[in-house]
């Protein structure tokens, strides 16, 4: 009897000396502070409401004008969030193309606009050109570059102008000559009743 208390006694005092020892390596990873904000997480380092932004080219000329409901800026990934951008091309400060989306994301210096969701580009001085009514492209995407006024999507394209409707996939845009060259899958309508 006197040897199974013993052997009970050592069994216990092993399995705490082990438990201690594991609560000994385990401790500080335990109670170590906690950080409030997780790596995981990407907070802005700029929040902006009402965002009206105008770039000029090196002569002082309006090269584009930016709007946007508001625009989240990451410092570190070099990155701008904007919701519902806005953006109106000039030539001679003569504004020409307007382009809106949902959504858009930029580098900080502006060169590249990705824009995303119900992406709208209407030609602005439509009149000017003969025109009667603007015409009007539309996507799901678009990749704009505002200071050489070109846009490109592999995208399915709509453009939409009085009596004439033209479908396809893929686009490249010289908004500055106003040179639309469509790349593949292209059906157009033309009623010229409507015209």
Same mark, same amino acid.
């Given at each position: 009897?006197?040897?199974?208390?013993?052997?009970?006694?050592?069994?216990?005092?092993?399995?705490?000396?082990?438990?201690?020892?594991?609560?000994?390596?385990?401790?500080?990873?335990?109670?170590?502070?906690?950080?409030?904000?997780?790596?995981?997480?990407?907070?802005?380092?700029?929040?902006?409401?009402?965002?009206?932004?105008?770039?000029?080219?090196?002569?002082?000329?309006?090269?584009?004008?930016?709007?946007?409901?508001?625009?989240?800026?990451?410092?570190?990934?070099?990155?701008?969030?904007?919701?519902?951008?806005?953006? $109106? /091309?000039?030539? =001679? @400060?003569?504004?020409?193309?307007?382009?809106? #989306?949902?959504?858009?994301?930029? !580098?900080?210096?502006?060169?590249?606009?990705?824009?995303?969701?119900?992406?709208?580009?209407?030609?602005?001085?439509?009149?000017?050109?003969?025109?009667?009514?603007?015409? $009007? /492209?539309?996507? =799901? @995407?678009?990749?704009?570059?505002?200071?050489? #006024?070109?846009?490109?999507?592999? !995208?399915?394209?709509?453009?939409?102008?009085?009596?004439?409707?033209?479908?396809?996939?893929?686009?490249?845009?010289?908004?500055?000559?106003?040179?639309?060259?469509?790349?593949?899958?292209?059906?157009?309508?033309?009623?010229?009743?409507?015209?």
């Amino acid at each position: 009897m006197k040897n199974r208390q013993q052997i009970f006694i050592f069994n216990t005092l092993l399995t705490l000396a082990v438990l201690a020892l594991y609560t000994y390596h385990k401790w500080d990873a335990w109670f170590a502070p906690q950080d409030v904000i997780s790596s995981d997480v990407d907070l802005p380092d700029l929040t902006a409401i009402t965002v009206k932004q105008d770039n000029f080219d090196q002569d002082g000329n309006k090269e584009y004008e930016l709007r946007a409901e508001s625009m989240l800026q990451y410092l570190a990934t070099d990155r701008n969030l904007m919701i519902r951008p806005d953006i $109106t /091309l000039f030539q =001679e @400060t003569v504004a020409t193309w307007q382009t809106s #989306s949902a959504e858009a994301v930029s !580098d900080n210096e502006g060169e590249e606009l990705h824009l995303t969701g119900n992406v709208v580009i209407k030609q602005i001085n439509f009149a000017e050109k003969g025109l009667k009514e603007a015409p $009007t /492209l539309e996507t =799901e @995407t678009l990749l704009l570059k505002p200071k050489e #006024s070109f846009a490109t999507t592999d !995208d399915r394209v709509i453009i939409r102008q009085s009596g004439i409707y033209i479908e396809a996939t893929g686009l490249e845009a010289d908004l500055n000559t106003n040179r639309i060259t469509l790349r593949e899958k292209v059906t157009s309508i033309y009623e010229p009743d409507k015209s």
